[in-house]
């Protein structure tokens, strides 16, 4: 039997063959109650459509004369599934901003200067480069599609002048260089103004080639395609702290690759059975540990969590750590084990925590107790009673992304009816906001949101049935060192503010 690599079929898959019982450095200042989780504390700085042709909108009232790309905003509605945000990642500075969408495009945003006369500009962020990253393929040996969606995008730290960064669909992992061009060598001997080769006879005299101004150029070019590794899809990519390797994780193993080797790699750990009728967990997520480069974790679809030492053996089968928080047997459900399968996985900037994103909730592992979680916090909970409509309609199986802020004191990630859940640490304090374009004037403070579960609903309430399952927040990304953060609404990319910054 062959099972081809789809997590979604093996959670289904394993939900219907088990039975209903079984089923399936620097940080910023901290954010209080009052900065960070408190009402009317964050702005929107701008809104970034990535539409077809890739555009941006300024999101002031007065729009101003800045060409960007040459194009203009096009309404959302004519967004097509290629144009759909599938990834958000910020460099180690902040500086720039990358997202990947379904179309296999990678747009890298730039943050504005300040300038005196416009400070609060600071925060905004304008496109800087885009490029194909990568193409839909067809495997003819198993007559399988490969689509050209970027998974992940992972930056390396910056050496010199020029960015790189990681991105990967199903099967692929590309690293790409991101520099700019502002000269251009002029006066070759052997070659004519438009590169075409002269010839040597009418070459009288020895001319020394010089550079000449040019316009500002950002160019991406690919250098080290890492291919054919995986079997099953590529769901996550982390870059080691030793800035040597890097580790793929698909659906049954993770690969480490060295970044200067493409035509190799070493496998660390493999979960595939030897039957494939006995499978009963798959890989969700995987990372390094921000500071040991030979630790690790990953999570399955079981809502266990693994931590592996790359020191005890070459393939770390055996994990060091085993992370898994009993299961109440009064909550037990049909839904169960999908609702508890882990759809991301992120140390702590400190390396002390373990952060774990389910369909309901979000858990905070101390990498020092491994039998419950020392914080749960219930993003949605007003969901339990609809699982199975939700299941019906697929959208159990969505995979929600969380992130920490740069001092490990709030966490956010995201919901349905395009909210995205704040939880402070510290207070114990939570909010709900909304990315919508309603909602989108310039500076404008949002308001958080209540969700009605029953009874009489207030005026500010939305009722738990009038939520759009349709537009749900996936991807996030928190700035590493400031207030700042990006939202993926679809096709739209939101930067809100902290309103103190």
């Keep these: 039997m062959v099972l081809q690599p789809n997590e979604r079929r093996y959670r289904d898959w394993s939900h219907r063959r088990l039975g209903p019982w079984c089923s399936p450095t620097g940080s910023p200042a901290p954010l209080s109650c009052e900065t960070g989780c408190g009402e009317g504390s964050w702005i929107l700085v701008c809104r970034l459509l990535v539409p077809t042709q890739v555009s941006l909108l300024s999101m002031e009232e007065d729009i101003d004369t800045r060409k960007i790309n040459n194009s203009f905003l096009r309404d959302h509605s004519y967004a097509t599934e290629a144009d759909i945000i599938s990834t958000v990642e910020f460099n180690h500075t902040g500086e720039l901003l990358a997202t990947g ?115 500002l150029m950002v160019e991406a070019t690919p250098r080290r395609v890492f291919a054919n590794a995986h079997t099953y899809h590529i769901n996550s990519i982390s870059v080691n702290s030793d800035y040597e390797t890097y580790m793929s994780a698909d659906d049954l193993r993770i690969n480490l690759w060295n970044f200067e080797i493409t035509n190799q790699s070493f496998n660390i750990v493999d979960i595939k059975p030897a039957n494939m009728e006995e499978l009963t967990e798959v890989i969700t997520a995987a990372e390094f540990h921000p500071h040991h480069c030979n630790t690790f974790v990953y999570s399955s679809s079981k809502g266990t969590i693994r931590l592996c030492d790359m020191r005890a053996s070459a393939l770390c089968d055996r994990h060091t750590k085993f992370f898994e928080e009993p299961e109440d047997p009064s909550n037990r459900s049909f839904f169960s084990e999908i609702i508890s399968s882990i759809s991301d996985v992120k140390f702590s900037h400190s390396g002390r925590y373990i952060m774990t994103r389910d369909y309901l909730t979000v858990k905070v592992w101390d990498l020092n107790m491994e039998n419950r979680p020392i914080e749960t916090y219930q993003v949605h909970d007003y969901l339990r009673s609809k699982l199975c409509s939700l299941y019906e309609n697929d959208c159990i199986f969505d995979k929600f992304e969380c992130v920490w802020n740069g001092s490990d004191s709030v966490i956010m990630t995201g919901s349905y009816n395009n909210f995205f859940r704040m939880f402070d640490r510290n207070t114990k304090r939570d909010v709900t906001l909304e990315a919508s374009r309603e909602n989108s004037k310039p500076r404008a403070i949002l308001k958080p949101r209540k969700v009605c579960v029953g009874g009489k609903r207030r005026k500010d309430e939305i009722s738990v049935d009038s939520l759009d399952f349709s537009k749900k927040i996936l991807h996030t990304a928190w700035h590493p060192s400031e207030n700042i953060i990006a939202v993926a609404a679809t096709n739209n990319l939101y930067i809100f503010q902290d309103k103190v910054n």
């Design 101 to 215: 969408d379904k179309g296999g495009r990678v747009v890298i945003f730039q943050r504005e200067q300040e300038s005196k006369n416009q400070v609060h500009r600071r925060g905004e962020y304008n496109v800087y480069s885009t490029f194909q990253s990568h193409e839909p393929e067809f495997d003819y040996l198993k007559s399988l599609e490969i689509e050209e969606k970027i998974n992940k995008i992972r930056w390396l730290p910056q050496q010199n002048a020029a960015y790189f960064l990681l991105s990967t669909n199903d099967k692929t992992v590309k690293l790409w260089k991101v520099s700019e061009r502002d000269k251009r060598p002029e006066g070759y001997n052997l070659k004519d103004e438009e590169g075409r080769l002269r010839d040597p006879a009418t070459i009288t005299t020895l001319r020394v080639p010089v550079l000449r101004p040019m316009d």
